[in-house]
């Protein structure tokens, strides 16, 4: 004989058990014993637990039942007046029987750590969204035979052995609009800036499968950083997914903070998604983006380092699906995910936690699946619209052959490597020209970046090669000397100062007088000077030039004589006032 388990709050007298044992024997046709539990949280009514199948007669069951009827007869298309309405009530009141909501519920077996364990659950699916009985929210991630695995979105500690938990047949998913641009939001969308509540025009769904391959078109369209040697030697293109990578402390977030900055006036969204740092840290950012007027135009999404695992996890999901929603519009969208380290090592944690087995340097074998259908969702797509993706990786001592590094690097269209020796000697942004690489090219330049950029990358490379030469060497002859002059003089052509990116017209001008070997002469510790003095030149005296470039985006032949015939000009005013 099986048991059948009735929860309330008063024990039913002798007469009420005979009746419920009838119902169990006519609904399923063998005896049952019939045990009652004393649950004072049910303040009227019952709850009748027959294996899977739940009898919820509590004030609270019977009102999201008669809710979900009232919803389906809605879903049949019942017109909504007054008379309709009453006879829907009659109707359903009349007819309304003691139905088994089988599956719908479970119970908590375990709990810690943000995770929770549950059984009786058999028919929720990866992903679904579930809701405890104290209110907190939590998404499926683990399904077993006999029970499944959720992490929490809320504080654990309201989560009990023993509490119901109720499924709600939907997937995470994060409310978006304009209305969050120039918010500070969590994992989940819900606003952490004192500003108010924030309306929202939809909601999304916070994993969602990648565009298509024919609904995708190919990158083409640049998407400007203004920083001087990523735009000229690994242009970034809208759609693109460009990894920033490099040890702790070599300016990492800085060149995306600068990306960021460029945008101003370009019509591009842009999104910071901030995983497990400090908050103080964040909150310096958006002070600084505010003050620049970055926040115009940019949603921060912050999971920092104090939230939970599972809002760290989340977090770079829920960003993807705020970009889809302006994307869907046909609106470009830069996002930011600081980092996808961190990100790498909550998923772990959430993982070891559920109980997986790890793989290669303890993670489990779908973190490369983590990353991979995470920025597949960027894309240009064909009837516009763009979600251009920098994700950042830390690394440990420039070893970009890590598990992760090597994982985001065969995901992503390049990557920007910066280097710590590079960093620490004074070259900003620090970035190795030898490492770094846009599978992209030159279809993301403009035309005038194109023809301005020349063999500048050859050239350094050739410095460096001969750099590392003559250490083991003193005597030089003057072509070489000649040679590792110039290399030096565009290696400090190329630094450039945080929170300042370039104008197209300013890009240009710096590279073509370098390329063309205009401040040959120039003493090293002067280019910088040099370099600022010649574009407040340009722009008092060919301003019709600089404008014309910013609007075509070309540069002919003529014009770009002209650069080289006013940068010279320029250089002999600049070395008789010295």
């Given at each position: 004989m099986s048991d059948a388990y009735l929860y309330s709050n008063v024990e039913p007298d002798q007469a009420r058990k005979e009746r419920f044992e009838n119902f169990l024997k006519k609904k399923y046709h063998e005896d049952y014993r019939l045990v009652w539990v004393c649950d004072k949280r049910i303040m009227s009514g019952f709850r009748l637990e027959v294996g899977t199948d739940i009898y919820d007669w509590t004030r609270e069951g019977r009102v999201?039942?008669?809710?979900?009827?009232?919803?389906?007869?809605?879903?049949?298309?019942?017109?909504?007046?007054?008379?309709?309405?009453?006879?829907?009530?009659?109707?359903?009141?009349?007819?309304?029987?003691?139905?088994?909501?089988?599956?719908?519920?479970?119970?908590?077996?375990?709990?810690?750590?943000?995770?929770?364990?549950?059984?009786?659950?058999?028919?929720?699916?990866?992903?679904?969204?579930?809701?405890?009985?104290?209110?907190?929210?939590?998404?499926?991630?683990?399904?077993?035979?006999?029970?499944?695995?959720?992490?929490?979105?809320?504080?654990?500690?309201?989560?009990?052995?023993?509490?119901?938990?109720?499924?709600?047949?939907?997937?995470?998913?994060?409310?978006?609009?304009?209305?969050?641009?120039?918010?500070?939001?969590?994992?989940?969308?819900?606003?952490?800036?004192?500003?108010?509540?924030?309306?929202?025009?939809?909601?999304?769904?916070?994993?969602?499968?990648?565009?298509?391959?024919?609904?995708?078109?190919?990158?083409?369209?640049?998407?400007?950083?203004?920083?001087?040697?990523?735009?000229?030697?690994?242009?970034?293109?809208?759609?693109q997914r460009e990894l920033i990578i490099g040890d702790r402390q070599t300016g990492k977030t800085a060149i995306a903070i600068d990306t960021i900055l460029n945008q101003k006036g370009n019509d591009v969204i842009c999104i910071y998604v901030a995983i497990g740092q400090k908050a103080s840290s964040i909150a310096q950012l958006v002070e600084s983006l505010r003050k620049k007027g970055a926040m115009d135009y940019t949603i921060i999404v912050n999971a920092s380092a104090s939230e939970s695992a599972p809002m760290q996890f989340i977090a770079p999901y829920s960003g993807t699906a705020l970009g889809e929603y302006f994307m869907k519009q046909g609106r470009d969208v830069l996002i930011v995910y600081d980092d996808l380290s961190k990100h790498a090592i909550a998923y772990r944690a959430l993982s070891l936690l559920l109980e997986r087995s790890p793989g290669r340097e303890a993670y489990p074998g779908d973190v490369f699946y983590l990353h991979s259908r995470l920025l597949e969702r960027s894309a240009r797509l064909a009837d516009g619209g763009s979600i251009t993706a920098l994700p950042i990786v830390e690394t440990q001592a420039g070893d970009v052959s890590a598990y992760i590094p090597t994982n985001i690097i065969s995901i992503t269209d390049g990557q920007i490597f910066l280097e710590s020796d590079l960093f620490f000697s004074g070259q900003r942004p620090a970035v190795n020209v030898g490492l770094s690489v846009s599978r992209v090219g030159g279809a993301a330049q403009t035309k005038a970046m194109k023809k301005a950029t020349g063999s500048i990358r050859l050239d350094l490379a050739q410095y460096r090669e001969m750099e590392v030469f003559t250490q083991f060497s003193n005597d030089l002859d003057d072509a070489t000397k000649k040679r590792l002059f110039y290399g030096q003089g565009l290696m400090h052509l190329l630094r450039q100062e945080q929170g300042k990116p370039y104008t197209l017209h300013e890009q240009v001008i710096l590279l073509v007088s370098g390329t063309a070997h205009v401040m040959q002469d120039i003493p090293i510790r002067e280019i910088a000077e040099f370099r600022k003095e010649l574009l407040t030149y340009f722009h008092e005296n060919a301003l019709e030039l600089c404008l014309r470039i910013d609007e075509t985006g070309s540069m002919s032949d003529e014009e770009k004589e002209e650069i080289i015939r006013i940068s010279r000009e320029f250089r002999q005013i600049y070395q008789e006032k010295k």
């Open positions: 999201t039942q008669l809710k979900e009827m009232f919803k389906k007869r809605a879903d049949e298309g019942f017109r909504q007046d007054s008379d309709e309405l009453i006879t829907l009530f009659r109707s359903s009141l009349e007819t309304w029987k003691m139905e088994a909501m089988p599956e719908e519920e479970g119970r908590v077996t375990m709990t810690g750590d943000g995770i929770v364990f549950a059984d009786g659950l058999a028919s929720c699916v990866y992903g679904e969204i579930l809701v405890f009985e104290s209110g907190v929210k939590g998404m499926v991630q683990d399904l077993r035979p006999d029970s499944v695995g959720i992490i929490l979105f809320g504080d654990e500690g309201t989560i009990m052995e023993g509490m119901r938990v109720r499924r709600t047949k939907k997937t995470a998913g994060i409310p978006a609009g304009d209305g969050f641009i120039g918010r500070v939001v969590d994992a989940l969308g819900n606003p952490i800036d004192n500003k108010g509540p924030i309306e929202a025009d939809a909601y999304m769904s916070v994993e969602a499968a990648a565009p298509e391959i024919i609904e995708r078109q190919s990158v083409d369209t640049p998407m400007n950083t203004g920083i001087l040697c990523i735009d000229s030697m690994f242009p970034i293109g809208r759609g």
